[in-house]
C-alpha cells in the first residue's frame, strides 16, 4: 500500500458552504473529503485530509507528511498570500506538492496576487471551485504513477 496523498486546508476553509458561496461554491469541506477519499480509493490510494486555522499547526501537518505522505496537496488559503513559514516547510518536501485554490486568486483583489506558496510547490490549480480538489488529486496520482 502507498503511503497517504495529505491533502492540507488552511484557516476559514472550515466554513465551506456555510457563506459566500458565488466565490467559493456551495459544498462543504467535508462533502469536498468525502468525494476525495472516494477518488483516491478507486485509483488505490489513501487520503489524510485536515484544516486548521492555525499557522503552526499547518507546518506541523506539513512537516509530518515528510515521512508519511506520497504526495500533499494543499489549500493554504489567507497563508497563501502571507507566510513564509508555510513557504519554508514546503520547501522541505521530496515529495510532489500541489497547491490548490477554489477561486481564481489572480482574478480577485491585488493581495491575493502574490503566492509565497507557489515558489515551493510543484504547481498550482486554482479557480474551478470544489473541482480544484479533484484535479489537484489527479494530478498527484499521475505524479505518483509516472
Ligand atoms: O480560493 C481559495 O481557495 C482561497 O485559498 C480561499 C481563501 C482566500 O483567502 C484565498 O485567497 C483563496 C479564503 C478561504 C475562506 O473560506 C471561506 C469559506 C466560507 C466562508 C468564508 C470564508
Same mark, same amino acid.
Given at each position: 500500500?502507498?503511503?497517504? =496523498? #495529505?491533502?492540507?486546508?488552511?484557516?476559514?476553509?472550515?466554513?465551506?458552504?456555510? %457563506?459566500?458561496? !458565488?466565490? &467559493?461554491?456551495?459544498?462543504?469541506?467535508?462533502?469536498?473529503?468525502?468525494?476525495?477519499?472516494?477518488?483516491?480509493?478507486?485509483?488505490?490510494?489513501?487520503? @489524510?485530509?485536515?484544516? /486548521?486555522?492555525?499557522?503552526? !499547526?499547518?507546518?506541523?501537518?506539513?512537516?509530518?507528511? %515528510?515521512?508519511?505522505?506520497?504526495?500533499?496537496?494543499?489549500?493554504?488559503?489567507? &497563508?497563501?498570500?502571507?507566510? @513564509?513559514?508555510?513557504?519554508?516547510?514546503?520547501?522541505?518536501?521530496?515529495?510532489?506538492?500541489?497547491?490548490?485554490?477554489?477561486?481564481?486568486?489572480?482574478?480577485?483583489? /491585488?493581495?491575493? %496576487? %502574490?503566492? &509565497?506558496?507557489?515558489?515551493?510547490?510543484?504547481?498550482? =490549480?486554482?479557480?474551478?471551485?470544489?473541482?480544484? #480538489?479533484?484535479?489537484?488529486?489527479?494530478?498527484?496520482?499521475?505524479?505518483?504513477?509516472?
Amino acid at each position: 500500500m502507498p503511503k497517504a =496523498i #495529505y491533502i492540507l486546508n488552511g484557516p476559514n476553509l472550515n466554513l465551506l458552504g456555510t %457563506r459566500e458561496p !458565488e466565490i &467559493y461554491g456551495s459544498d462543504t469541506l467535508a462533502d469536498i473529503e468525502k468525494s476525495c477519499v472516494k477518488n483516491a480509493k478507486e485509483a488505490g490510494f489513501e487520503i @489524510v485530509f485536515k484544516q /486548521s486555522n492555525i499557522e503552526g !499547526e499547518l507546518v506541523d501537518m506539513i512537516q509530518e507528511a %515528510r515521512d508519511k505522505a506520497s504526495a500533499l496537496i494543499i489549500n493554504p488559503a489567507a &497563508y497563501t498570500h502571507t507566510s @513564509v513559514a508555510i513557504h519554508d516547510a514546503l520547501k522541505t518536501l521530496d515529495i510532489p506538492a500541489i497547491e490548490i485554490h477554489l477561486s481564481q486568486p489572480a482574478k480577485r483583489e /491585488s493581495f491575493r %496576487r %502574490r503566492s &509565497y506558496v507557489a515558489e515551493a510547490v510543484t504547481g498550482t =490549480i486554482s479557480g474551478f471551485g470544489a473541482n480544484s #480538489y479533484e484535479l489537484g488529486l489527479q494530478a498527484a496520482i499521475k505524479l505518483l504513477k509516472t
